[in-house]
């Protein structure tokens, strides 16, 4: 298992740099290399392949082949094949060299993409004459250097010949037999030497169920160590007093909002620290939810933080949460970036005293002078705004301060719990009452005129609109409205009747605050403005929203933008201005009409571009699996999930043999050592 590859017959010194390239240095790694694909050269009808779709066929050679050349080592050659009773095209990149092979009346196998609109396949695979007694069914591994597929194909034979014996089992027997899982070895030459597509399946179920398995594991595990180790506050709130605060509200709390306000209190009341995300869809309320955990905290001598994305948002939730708490004799205060040198002095002073209560702010809060006397609970809002980093910075103010995390990027579930694993959801599922559907359209450039008049019924019953651009400023790379050309096209148009604002990430702090505050007021009628207004903002007044170039945004975004809009209950629009070129982006724009779900459409969102791009590529906190795919095996996660509390849960695992070698695999990981599993 662990003697070099460089040992294997037929290796020589290509052959060895390229599987160092690829980091195989022992027969073990070469093991676990894993085909990124399989192809299936079993012949089909090339009728019912749908477009794409890779396909083997027989064919006759109809016409010379003709090459075009198309730079250095690059060239393009096309002739045409008779298969079955169809004339299509074959075409072959860079492979010139088979120009003198071919030849009309020839009899050809090939193997690749099929363009059923052109009736072109794009040939990646020949072989001369009928299909021969090949195998139906081979993996495709993604290799490096002069490494050849067969090439590769015959160390991996070898090297699974000789690890076969002494391969390590870590599934248990009772686990394999309950899911009809195959064992090591066969599950292994499923993956490397499938007898067919069935076999290779199988084996995929098992390696995904147990890379699944011991990731939920190293989670359950985790959470287990972290409970025992550390030691929260208990904040005993006075509930009589949060109950007055709630019923001083001017609406009554969703049924929806009085679960996850329970599911908190429940967490600031017992001694574990709180761990916990809050996800609600845009407009579903969880400001307020923020404001009666923070209240409860104040109740019990606490003080809490609430730490926002942008200086707009931050301001906008300090003065929610003023209007709603002074009244209870709570102190309030915002600290932004535009308080200066004195007052900030003053304030971080009352702060460190314990005269401040409830202190909000942007990233100003973790700062290494602002100190708080008893910090009690941190809140962060739109929490994938910001870094692991300045959440821990922030937390750590406190002494083990209760979290909570709030979130309107609604998380499809499988992303949920593996990114968030170690954490407690609370979801808030259902929008105040009275709100109304925004209506979504989707139309093309042309049709702005008709828009326009859209928005001016809009805005001469009082009510506002946004105008979204996705740039600031023209640029001639990119050919999208931008803002400032928007702005003064409108400014144009209204002629004075209708007030416009202009808002985009460059202008100045305090100039965005006047803009916001200024169409918060009422006294603009439309903000046109680039995606700044994506976060929380909320001007409930605002009815109409027109999204430029709207292909250019994804689903998260497009839903969080509209979201600006429907926060009363006016019926609200929404306009999407866009030509999509590509198939995805029109599902994009129907789907936005389709549904006002943030839910449904962050599982769209997932399914279009992958668990890596959901959150942005920087910090997804996703772990990259070798065969389990997010996407596609939820099941299989939600099954592994159940399987990985219940085992961790249970004494027979941690004593029984069967788990050993399970246990093994869980105690180097160190998730056993309360180490955070990247
Ligand atoms: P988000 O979850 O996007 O942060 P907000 O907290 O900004 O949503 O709430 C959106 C709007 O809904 C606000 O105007 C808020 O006052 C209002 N709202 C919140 N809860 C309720 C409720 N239970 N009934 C009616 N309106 C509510
Ligand atoms: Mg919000």
Same mark, same amino acid.
């Given at each position: 298992?662990?003697?070099?590859?460089?040992?294997?017959?037929?290796?020589?010194?290509?052959?060895?740099? &390229?599987?160092? &390239?690829?980091? +195989?240095?022992?027969?073990?790694?070469?093991?676990?290399?894993?085909?990124?694909?399989?192809? @299936?050269?079993?012949?089909?009808? +090339?009728?019912?392949?749908?477009?794409?779709?890779?396909?083997?066929?027989?064919?006759? +050679?109809?016409?010379?082949?003709?090459?075009?050349?198309?730079?250095?080592?690059?060239?393009? $050659?096309?002739?045409?094949?008779?298969?079955?009773?169809?004339?299509?095209?074959?075409?072959?990149?860079?492979?010139?060299?088979?120009?003198?092979?071919?030849?009309?009346? $020839?009899?050809?196998?090939?193997?690749?993409?099929?363009?059923?609109?052109?009736?072109?396949?794009?040939?990646?695979?020949?072989?001369?004459?009928?299909?021969?007694?090949?195998?139906?069914?081979?993996?495709?591994?993604?290799?490096?250097?002069?490494?050849?597929?067969?090439?590769?194909?015959?160390?991996?034979?070898?090297?699974?010949?000789?690890?076969?014996? @002494?391969?390590?089992?870590?599934?248990?027997?009772?686990?394999?037999?309950?899911?009809?899982?195959?064992?090591?070895?066969?599950?292994?030459?499923?993956?490397?030497?499938?007898?067919?597509?069935?076999?290779?399946?199988?084996?995929?179920?098992?390696?995904?169920?147990?890379?699944?398995?011991?990731?939920?594991?190293?989670?359950?595990?985790?959470?287990?160590?972290?409970?025992?180790?550390?030691?929260?506050?208990?904040?005993?709130?006075?509930?009589?007093?949060?109950?007055?605060?709630?019923?001083?509200?001017?609406?009554?709390?969703?049924?929806?909002?009085?679960?996850?306000?329970?599911?908190?209190?429940?967490?600031?009341?017992?001694?574990?620290?709180?761990?916990?995300?809050?996800?609600?869809?845009?407009?579903?309320?969880?400001?307020?939810?923020?404001? +009666?955990?923070?209240?409860?905290?104040?109740?019990?001598?606490?003080?809490? &933080?609430?730490?926002?994305?942008?200086?707009?948002?931050?301001?906008?939730?300090?003065?929610?949460?003023?209007?709603?708490?002074?009244?209870?004799?709570?102190?309030?205060?915002?600290?932004?970036?535009?308080?200066?040198?004195?007052?900030?002095?003053?304030?971080?002073?009352?702060?460190?005293?314990?005269?401040?209560?409830?202190?909000?702010?942007?990233?100003?809060?973790?700062?290494?002078?602002?100190?708080?006397?008893?910090?009690?609970?941190?809140?962060?809002?739109?929490?994938?705004?910001?870094?692991?980093?300045?959440?821990?910075?922030?937390?750590?103010?406190?002494?083990?301060?209760?979290?909570?995390?709030?979130?309107?990027?609604?998380?499809?579930?499988?992303?949920?719990?593996?990114?968030?694993?170690?954490?407690?959801?609370?979801?808030?599922?259902?929008?105040?009452?009275?709100?109304?559907?925004?209506?979504?359209?989707?139309?093309?450039?042309?049709?702005?005129?008709?828009?326009?008049?859209?928005?001016?019924?809009?805005?001469?019953?009082?009510?506002?609109?946004?105008?979204?651009?996705?740039?600031?400023?023209?640029?001639?790379?990119?050919?999208?409205?931008?803002?400032?050309?928007?702005?003064?096209?409108?400014?144009?148009?209204?002629?004075?009747?209708?007030?416009?604002?202009?808002?985009?990430?460059?202008?100045?702090?305090?100039?965005?605050?006047?803009?916001?505050?200024?169409?918060?007021?009422?006294?603009?009628?439309?903000?046109?403005?680039?995606?700044?207004?994506?976060?929380?903002?909320?001007?409930?007044?605002?009815?109409?929203?027109?999204?430029?170039?709207?292909?250019?945004?994804?689903?998260?975004?497009?839903?969080?933008?509209?979201?600006?809009?429907?926060?009363?209950?006016?019926?609200?629009?929404?306009?999407?201005?866009?030509?999509?070129?590509?198939?995805?982006?029109?599902?994009?724009?129907?789907?936005?009409?389709?549904?006002?779900?943030?839910?449904?459409?962050?599982?769209?969102?997932?399914?279009?571009?992958?668990?890596?791009?959901?959150?942005?590529?920087?910090?997804?906190?996703?772990?990259?699996?070798?065969?389990?795919?997010?996407?596609?095996?939820?099941?299989?996660?939600?099954?592994?999930?159940?399987? &990985?509390?219940?085992?961790?849960?249970?004494?027979?695992?941690?004593?029984? @043999?069967?788990?050993?070698?399970?246990?093994?695999?869980?105690?180097?990981?160190?998730?056993?050592?309360?180490?955070?599993?990247?």
């Amino acid at each position: 298992m662990f003697s070099p590859v460089t040992e294997l017959k037929g290796v020589g010194k290509a052959s060895a740099e &390229a599987l160092q &390239a690829m980091d +195989i240095e022992t027969v073990e790694n070469l093991i676990w290399t894993f085909p990124y694909r399989h192809e @299936d050269f079993r012949l089909k009808d +090339i009728a019912e392949t749908p477009h794409n779709e890779r396909v083997t066929v027989e064919g006759r +050679i109809e016409s010379e082949p003709a090459v075009l050349y198309l730079g250095k080592n690059k060239s393009r $050659m096309q002739l045409q094949a008779l298969v079955g009773r169809h004339l299509i095209k074959l075409v072959f990149f860079n492979q010139n060299y088979l120009r003198t092979k071919l030849s009309p009346g $020839m009899i050809v196998t090939v193997t690749g993409k099929w363009d059923r609109g052109r009736q072109v396949i794009n040939v990646s695979n020949i072989t001369f004459g009928p299909k021969t007694d090949q195998a139906d069914f081979e993996p495709v591994y993604s290799l490096k250097g002069k490494l050849s597929q067969k090439k590769f194909r015959q160390f991996m034979r070898q090297a699974l010949d000789d690890a076969k014996a @002494d391969l390590p089992e870590t599934l248990p027997e009772s686990i394999r037999k309950e899911y009809k899982l195959l064992d090591l070895p066969d599950a292994l030459e499923g993956v490397h030497f499938p007898q067919d597509a069935a076999h290779a399946k199988q084996a995929r179920r098992r390696f995904v169920y147990e890379e699944l398995l011991l990731f939920q594991m190293k989670i359950q595990a985790l959470r287990k160590t972290r409970k025992q180790q550390e030691h929260g506050i208990e904040i005993h709130y006075d509930l009589k007093k949060v109950r007055q605060f709630i019923q001083s509200l001017p609406y009554e709390l969703t049924q929806a909002q009085k679960k996850v306000v329970n599911e908190i209190s429940r967490d600031l009341l017992i001694p574990e620290r709180m761990n916990r995300l809050l996800q609600g869809d845009v407009g579903s309320g969880k400001t307020v939810v923020s404001a +009666i955990a923070l209240y409860s905290a104040v109740t019990a001598g606490f003080q809490g &933080a609430l730490m926002a994305p942008t200086e707009i948002l931050a301001e906008q939730h300090a003065a929610s949460l003023d209007e709603w708490l002074r009244p209870f004799g709570v102190e309030v205060a915002l600290l932004s970036g535009s308080i200066k040198q004195k007052a900030r002095k003053e304030l971080l002073q009352r702060l460190k005293q314990g005269e401040v209560d409830i202190l909000i702010g942007t990233h100003a809060l973790i700062q290494p002078d602002v100190m708080f006397q008893r910090l009690g609970l941190v809140i962060t809002d739109e929490q994938h705004r910001f870094g692991v980093e300045q959440r821990r910075i922030l937390r750590e103010k406190g002494e083990n301060p209760d979290v909570l995390f709030m979130t309107a990027t609604p998380i499809p579930r499988t992303l949920s719990i593996t990114a968030f694993g170690e954490m407690d959801v609370s979801i808030i599922d259902e929008m105040p009452a009275g709100r109304k559907k925004i209506e979504t359209s989707w139309v093309k450039h042309e049709q702005f005129g008709q828009v326009l008049l859209q928005m001016e019924q809009e805005l001469s019953q009082g009510r506002q609109a946004y105008v979204i651009c996705p740039l600031i400023e023209e640029s001639d790379k990119l050919d999208v409205q931008n803002a400032v050309d928007v702005y003064q096209q409108l400014i144009t148009l209204f002629n004075g009747k209708y007030k416009v604002g202009l808002m985009h990430g460059r202008l100045p702090a305090q100039e965005k605050d006047a803009v916001m505050r200024a169409y918060s007021d009422g006294e603009l009628d439309v903000l046109v403005s680039t995606t700044v207004v994506e976060v929380g903002v909320n001007v409930p007044n605002a009815t109409f929203m027109v999204i430029y170039d709207a292909e250019r945004f994804g689903l998260a975004q497009l839903h969080q933008l509209r979201g600006r809009v429907g926060r009363s209950d006016f019926q609200s629009y929404c306009v999407l201005i866009a030509d999509p070129k590509s198939e995805e982006g029109k599902v994009r724009m129907h789907s936005m009409t389709e549904t006002n779900d943030g839910f449904q459409l962050a599982e769209k969102d997932l399914e279009l571009r992958g668990p890596g791009d959901f959150f942005g590529k920087k910090q997804s906190g996703l772990p990259e699996f070798k065969m389990a795919d997010l996407v596609h095996d939820y099941r299989a996660l939600e099954t592994a999930r159940q399987d &990985a509390i219940q085992l961790i849960t249970s004494t027979d695992f941690w004593q029984d @043999d069967e788990y050993g070698p399970l246990r093994e695999r869980l105690r180097v990981s160190g998730a056993l050592d309360g180490e955070r599993i990247d």
